[in-house]
Structures are given as C-alpha cells and as structure tokens.
DNA sequence: CGTGAATGTAAAATATACTTTACATCAAAG
DNA sequence: CTTTGATGTAAAGTATATTTTACATTCACG
C-alpha cells in the first residue's frame, strides 16, 4: 500500500484534432509554449508543468482532469 | 489577446488542515514527496509539478481544479 | 515537378521543480 | 525547565520541463 508509481497521459491531440483546427504550431503559440514542447507532450514524452496544463485545457475548452489522465497505483 | 500572465494559487494548506489531520510531513510522505516540497508549494513558492498536483488531490480527495485555482489573463 | 504547411527527430542550453542536509522557532506535554 | 512534534528558512545539488536551432518527411496544391 502506498505505492509511489503514478502515470499520466493525455488526450491533447485527439481533443485538438476533434474541437478545433489548431496547428500543433497554433496551439503552442496560442498556450504560450514552443512547438516543441507541444510536440513533446502529444507524444506523451513527458508530462507537461501544471501551469502549461492548465493553459493547454483552456484553450481547448475543455477540464484539466479530463484533457490528462492520472492514474495512481491501484493495488 | 493571447496574453502570457497566468496564475496559479492553492488551497493545500486549507484543504489539508480542515479536511484531513496531516502535518506536512504526512502529506509529504503519502504523495511520495519531501517535506521541503509540500511547504515551499504551501507558502506559494512555486506550483508543484503535474503529477505531483495530482497524488496531493487525490490524497486530500478534492479534485484538481478546485484544490488548485488557475486564473487565466483575462484581457 | 516545386513550394509551403504540418509534423517529426535530435541535441545543447536554460529555467524550474524537487531533494538533501542543516539549523531555527514555537507550542504542547512530561 | 526539557523534550518532542510541527512548521519554517536557507543553500547546494539533482532531475525534469522548456526553449532554441537545425534538419527530415509527408502531403496538399499550384
């Protein structure tokens, strides 16, 4: 009990692609990042700053627990 | 429009003290963080990262976005 | 075919979050 | 008064996110 190994993933490109017509170059311009980093977190690289987060769900209208999803250790 | 400045502020130490009886230390040891962490993000120092923010929401039981408020610029 | 927009990879540099260690203060309890 | 738990500050080091720059690929379009 208590496990440390938590994961997060996102659905930022298939949120992107379905409500708007963004550019991966758009969004990161309009959240205030580069294009790399948007790049980065669609391929699940890493997880993005909680702040990026939250600006990335805003622009794309939609909640931040439902744009990433965590999942802690279930055992 | 598009401007950069957002904040980001939360209501750990609130949250933590009125629904939970954890010391920071507690706190600390459960979402796998130090103690030097959960006080610096108490005291606003900075914002914890992603994942972190999430294990200290679900800890404290309080969705992410309520436990931590973002404020978008808003002109 | 040739051009441009969109996506991708890679590496080095910078910024920020997080840890580790050490020490200080204060209140509650023996 | 002394000890202990909880909270706080500070500084150095490590880990991770983000930027910057450069180049490659694919696809729609003239």
Redesign the interface.
């Known amino acids: 009990m208590?496990g440390?190994k938590?994961t997060?993933q996102n659905h930022i490109k298939r949120v992107r692609l379905a409500r708007t017509d963004l550019s991966q170059a758009a969004l990161a311009?309009?959240v205030?990042a580069t294009r790399q980093t948007i790049i980065a977190v669609e391929a699940q690289k890493y997880?993005?700053?909680?702040?990026l987060?939250?600006?990335i769900a805003?622009v794309l209208g939609e909640?931040?627990?439902e744009l990433?999803v965590?999942s802690?250790e279930w055992n």
Chains 1, 2 share one sequence.
């Open positions: 208590g440390k938590t997060i311009e309009q205030g997880a993005p700053s909680l702040e987060a939250f600006r805003h909640r931040i627990d990433f965590f802690p």
